[in-house]
């Protein structure tokens, strides 16, 4: 069965378009790549602790006392006396004043307060000290509602002593303005000090995983299609220097007591409970393809590893590789087995760095760094394609033929869509990926260049920005032969904890205030009709309609994107055998300033039948 798919994206705005006709080729296209549309993942604005990341306790290790509140007039500290862990050192410790009586204690207020519902709740958490009673751990409104509990019976110990519990709320909070508690009879410690760290508590996740992914956020990414992740950054890959706060694989396994955890480059601790394996089960489970970043020896700082200093770094990465990778003969597979993974996952990209180019650092890349790097993981995994940060060198010649360029690109809308045809002139030789691009302001200013980092970024994306995004994203279709795969970032934020804007998905501790945004519209479209073949077009020019064409198996997908365009019809030639019946799906919004946001989405999704004659189709845009 033949069949033809359009896709429209459109911006009212004032020009006046003169009718188009185009004619779809039925042969003569570009192979187009399996993983062509994707994500980029990094920890930035909460994306990952306190957003996708299901755990709902904030400072869980006790670093300090941030988010942690006393219950009763007890005393609470952070203690650094009373290990759980050679990775965790801190704890809570809760000092009962003599005399005390009644419930005592203390309650996390979150990641900006965390939602309540009637489901499931996993609860851990540590404990130590001379007491015999119950604990009752609760979920509770910050005004004092109790929506449920349970307890757990402790006896006195010097030792720590993990407990665990679940119970289900007998009631809803209508509000993120809630909090999780621990509270126990003074009487019986009064005078006394409790100890208490690596508290958890865990709502239902995204396909039941074990230290897995909040659902409604999941729910949302799983929605667009997506068919490769890119992670685990970003600069939080980098961090500061080559010795402190850069991601550490092995340094993210295990349980929560054996991850030490680091300060983010993006303002905030990290607990890498999101890690590598959690990484690969979420690929697993919205069948993405992982392309895996590893640490090329540059830090944000402009701290450079030296080529005689570098060696740790790059056996660092193939020993993730191996782990990953490995058969369960191998050190690292075996170790990949003993974590309840006896079978390799499969790692067909690897990108070494990130944005090498800045900080001082692209001499460096480009003389040796990217170069030893290539080699090394060649030597050992030669089918795997390996992605150089940057562009602008030899990365054919220094990786045996198996490199591929990442592009990065922040704009305004004009000038995005002005860079259309950007990719028609690039090296054929080094395949692209577009790690990561976004519009991130408005028209305002000079348009002769993209961004002017002095002026402020959009709070969300609108829907000029997300045309303007679909008209690139439609010029590296056509280019299909170089452009290998493309990433919108960022692609998270919580709302209250924003570092960076706009972003694709937004949210707050609340799901119903998960924003699918315009942007975010745009890349489900594209992502989820992708083709296999590009088809050639002919018969119009490009804008202020810009189009493409492909073929999916029997069908024809054509996708256009109309910026600054109305009162047009469009004449669509497909084919023979494309069947005159089309699917034909349109995304628009009242202006080109709107945006979706908490609450309140403005955007317009509709997909209808329409018949054409003779293989011609007209779509009369108004």
Same mark, same amino acid.
């Not at 150089?388 to 990786?399: R, V």
């Given at each position: 069965?033949?069949?033809?798919?359009?896709?429209?994206?459109?911006?009212?705005?004032?020009?006046?378009?003169?009718?188009?006709?185009?004619?779809?080729?039925?042969?003569?296209? =570009?192979?187009?790549?399996?993983?062509?549309?994707?994500?980029?993942?990094?920890?930035?604005?909460?994306?990952?602790?306190?957003?996708?990341?299901?755990?709902?306790?904030?400072?869980?290790?006790?670093?300090?006392?941030?988010?942690?509140?006393?219950?009763?007039?007890?005393?609470?500290?952070?203690?650094?006396?009373?290990?759980?862990?050679?990775?965790?050192?801190?704890?809570?410790?809760?000092?009962?004043?003599?005399?005390?009586?009644?419930?005592?204690?203390?309650?996390?207020?979150?990641?900006?307060?965390?939602?309540?519902?009637?489901?499931?709740?996993?609860?851990?958490?540590?404990? =130590?000290?001379?007491?015999?009673?119950?604990?009752?751990? %609760?979920?509770?409104?910050?005004?004092?509602?109790?929506?449920?509990?349970?307890?757990?019976?402790?006896?006195?110990?010097?030792?720590? =002593?993990?407990?665990?519990?679940?119970?289900?709320?007998?009631?809803?909070?209508?509000?993120?303005?809630?909090?999780?508690?621990?509270?126990?009879?003074?009487?019986?410690?009064?005078?006394?000090?409790?100890?208490?760290?690596?508290?958890?508590?865990?709502?239902?996740?995204?396909?039941?995983?074990?230290?897995?992914?909040?659902?409604?956020?999941?729910?949302?990414?799983?929605?667009?299609?997506?068919?490769?992740?890119?992670?685990?950054?970003?600069?939080?890959?980098?961090?500061?220097?080559?010795?402190?706060?850069?991601?550490?694989?092995?340094?993210?396994?295990?349980?929560?007591?054996?991850?030490?955890?680091?300060?983010?480059?993006?303002?905030?601790?990290?607990?890498?409970?999101?890690?590598?394996?959690?990484?690969?089960?979420?690929?697993?489970?919205?069948?993405?393809?992982?392309?895996?970043?590893?640490?090329?020896?540059?830090?944000?700082?402009?701290?450079?590893?030296?080529?005689?200093?570098?060696?740790?770094?790059?056996?660092?990465?193939?020993?993730?590789?191996?782990?990953?990778?490995?058969?369960?003969?191998?050190?690292?597979?075996?170790?990949?087995?003993?974590?309840?993974?006896?079978?390799?996952?499969?790692?067909?990209?690897?990108?070494?760095?990130?944005?090498?180019?800045?900080?001082?650092?692209?001499?460096?890349?480009?003389?040796?760094?990217?170069?030893?790097?290539?080699?090394?993981?060649?030597?050992?995994?030669?089918?795997?394609?390996?992605?150089?940060?940057?562009?602008?060198?030899?990365?054919?010649?220094?990786?045996?033929?198996?490199?591929?360029?990442?592009?990065?690109?922040?704009?305004?809308?004009?000038?995005?869509?002005?860079?259309?045809?950007?990719?028609?002139?690039?090296?054929?030789?080094?395949?692209?990926?577009?790690?990561?691009?976004?519009?991130?302001?408005?028209?305002?200013?000079?348009?002769?260049?993209?961004?002017?980092?002095?002026?402020?970024?959009?709070?969300?994306?609108?829907?000029?920005?997300?045309?303007?995004?679909?008209?690139?994203?439609?010029?590296?279709?056509?280019?299909?032969?170089?452009?290998?795969?493309?990433?919108?970032?960022?692609?998270?934020?919580?709302?209250?904890?924003?570092?960076?804007?706009?972003?694709?998905?937004?949210?707050?501790?609340?799901?119903?205030?998960?924003?699918?945004?315009?942007?975010?519209?745009?890349?489900?479209?594209?992502?989820?009709?992708?083709?296999?073949?590009?088809?050639?077009?002919?018969?119009?020019?490009?804008?202020?309609?810009?189009?493409?064409?492909?073929?999916?198996?029997?069908?024809?997908?054509?996708?256009?994107?109309?910026?600054?365009?109305?009162?047009? %019809?469009?004449?669509?030639?497909?084919?023979?055998?494309?069947?005159?019946?089309?699917?034909?799906?349109?995304?628009?919004?009242?202006?080109?300033?709107?945006?979706?946001?908490?609450? =309140?989405?403005?955007?317009?999704?509709?997909?209808?039948?329409?018949?054409?004659?003779?293989?011609?189709?007209?779509?009369?845009?108004?």
């Amino acid at each position: 069965m033949f069949s033809f798919l359009l896709v429209f994206v459109t911006l009212r705005l004032l020009q006046l378009v003169n009718g188009l006709d185009l004619t779809v080729s039925s042969s003569g296209g =570009k192979a187009v790549s399996p993983i062509f549309y994707g994500f980029m993942f990094e920890d930035i604005n909460h994306s990952g602790d306190g957003g996708l990341y299901a755990e709902l306790i904030n400072n869980r290790a006790v670093r300090n006392l941030d988010s942690w509140k006393a219950i009763g007039g007890v005393a609470l500290t952070a203690d650094t006396s009373n290990a759980v862990s050679t990775a965790i050192k801190t704890s809570l410790k809760v000092d009962v004043p003599a005399g005390a009586t009644g419930k005592v204690g203390f309650q996390n207020l979150g990641y900006y307060g965390m939602a309540v519902e009637e489901k499931p709740y996993s609860v851990s958490f540590y404990a =130590k000290g001379s007491y015999t009673g119950l604990y009752t751990v %609760d979920l509770r409104s910050n005004s004092g509602t109790v929506f449920g509990f349970t307890t757990v019976a402790a006896s006195s110990t010097s030792d720590w =002593k993990q407990f665990n519990t679940t119970f289900v709320p007998s009631q809803s909070g209508s509000n993120a303005d809630n909090s999780f508690a621990i509270t126990f009879d003074a009487a019986s410690v009064a005078g006394k000090s409790l100890y208490f760290t690596l508290v958890s508590v865990f709502p239902p996740t995204f396909k039941n995983r074990e230290n897995g992914l909040r659902v409604d956020i999941a729910n949302a990414l799983n929605e667009v299609g997506a068919k490769f992740l890119r992670f685990p950054g970003g600069n939080n890959l980098e961090g500061g220097s080559v010795a402190a706060s850069r991601w550490q694989w092995m340094k993210t396994l295990g349980p929560s007591s054996a991850r030490p955890g680091r300060q983010g480059t993006w303002n905030y601790w990290n607990t890498d409970g999101l890690g590598i394996i959690e990484y690969m089960n979420w690929c697993t489970d919205m069948g993405l393809e992982p392309l895996l970043a590893v640490w090329s020896g540059l830090g944000l700082d402009g701290t450079i590893a030296s080529q005689s200093s570098l060696q740790p770094y790059i056996t660092e990465a193939l020993n993730l590789l191996e782990f990953l990778m490995g058969s369960t003969s191998t050190t690292y597979g075996a170790m990949r087995a003993s974590y309840g993974y006896p079978n390799p996952w499969q790692v067909n990209y690897v990108e070494v760095g990130n944005e090498d180019n800045l900080n001082s650092g692209k001499s460096s890349y480009t003389s040796y760094r990217y170069k030893l790097f290539a080699a090394a993981i060649n030597a050992q995994y030669p089918k795997i394609n390996i992605i150089a940060s940057c562009p602008g060198f030899d990365i054919h010649g220094q990786s045996n033929g198996m490199g591929w360029a990442d592009y990065h690109n922040y704009d305004r809308p004009d000038h995005l869509v002005s860079l259309f045809h950007t990719f028609d002139t690039v090296n054929r030789n080094t395949p692209i990926l577009v790690g990561e691009y976004a519009v991130i302001q408005g028209n305002q200013g000079s348009l002769n260049s993209g961004v002017d980092w002095n002026l402020p970024r959009q709070k969300y994306p609108t829907l000029i920005g997300a045309i303007a995004e679909a008209v690139y994203m439609l010029g590296a279709e056509q280019n299909a032969d170089v452009v290998k795969a493309m990433s919108f970032a960022p692609l998270l934020q919580h709302f209250s904890g924003t570092q960076w804007s706009p972003d694709l998905i937004g949210y707050t501790s609340f799901p119903t205030d998960t924003t699918r945004s315009m942007s975010y519209y745009v890349q489900k479209l594209f992502a989820s009709n992708v083709g296999e073949m590009t088809l050639p077009v002919s018969g119009g020019t490009q804008g202020p309609i810009y189009y493409s064409a492909m073929k999916r198996g029997n069908q024809t997908i054509v996708k256009m994107a109309n910026y600054n365009g109305t009162s047009t %019809d469009v004449n669509i030639s497909v084919p023979s055998g494309s069947g005159n019946v089309a699917s034909f799906t349109t995304f628009t919004a009242p202006s080109g300033l709107s945006y979706n946001s908490p609450g =309140k989405e403005v955007s317009s999704l509709s997909t209808k039948q329409i018949t054409g004659s003779n293989g011609v189709f007209t779509v009369h845009y108004e």
